[in-house]
Each structure stands twice: as C-alpha cells, then as structure tokens.
C-alpha cells in the first residue's frame, strides 16, 4: 500500500483505501495503520475485484503503487513479477473510464485514466523491447 505515504496522508486528514496483499508481519502494521486505513486485500492481477473497490471508495484520487517491489521475490521468480506488473497496467487500462471520471490533483481533466495508462504502457514497451530508445519529452 505504501505505508509512509499512508501514514503521511492519514496524519493530514485524508480518508484512505489501500488495496494490497496482506499486511502481516509488515512496516503498514508496524505504523499502526491497520485501523486508519480503510484496507482490501486483493491481488492487482484480479480485474473484478479492483473494479469493485474503486467503484465502491469513489477515490478522488488513485495512486498506483502496485507492483513486485522485493528485488529477491523478483529474481527468484521473474515471470510472476513480470505477471504483477504488467497486469497491473492492463488493469488499470481496463478502469480506464472509471479513472477518467476521477478528479485527480493537480489537472483535474476527462483523460486522466488514459494519460496514466498510456505512461505505462510505453514504459512497459521500453522494457519489453531492450533495444528501444527511451525518450523522456
């Protein structure tokens, strides 16, 4: 979920849905979070869920954090991380319009969700394809 970034917005007021794998043993139970965040527990991989917890928050804003970030769990299974990441993207792609009705700080605008996947997507294109030449303008 990002547990300083949860703790940072708890601490200044914000109303917090984290959407993760389970929090046991974590730094988000370490800070105390378990009872300040609204939590789902759901793999980013399963489209039906996340579609029902964001229509069920009704964010305001979505920040998107999923990925398999624990370098060994990477290494040691490459193809799952790839999985993880990857269908995050798709997911959130699949969201799109539910993103796009968001009014997401700093540009509140109608293509919110599509800007968002579309930075993803080439990003996730760059890695798929090693020769490509990565522009950042």
Known sequence: KGSWLCKLLVN???IV???????????????????AV????????????LK???LEFQPEIIIHMAAQA?????????????DINVNGIK???????IVNDLNVFP???????TNMVMTLKYGY??????????NPL
């Open 107 to 113: 540009v509140p605008d109608g293509d919110t969700g």
């Open 17 to 35: 849905r984290g959407y993760s794998l389970s929090n046991e043993n974590s730094l988000f139970s370490l800070l105390k979070l378990d009872d």
């Open 52 to 54: 029902t917890s964001i």
């Open 12 to 14: 200044v007021g914000a």
């Open 70 to 82: 624990i370098v060994s769990n990477a290494e040691n299974n490459p193809d799952e991380a790839f």
């Open 91 to 97: 997911n959130l792609d699949k969201n799109r319009n």
């Open 125 to 134: 294109e760059a890695i798929k394809n090693k020769n490509a030449k990565i």
């Open 38 to 49: 609204d939590s789902v527990y759901g793999d980013i991989r399963d489209y039906d869920k």
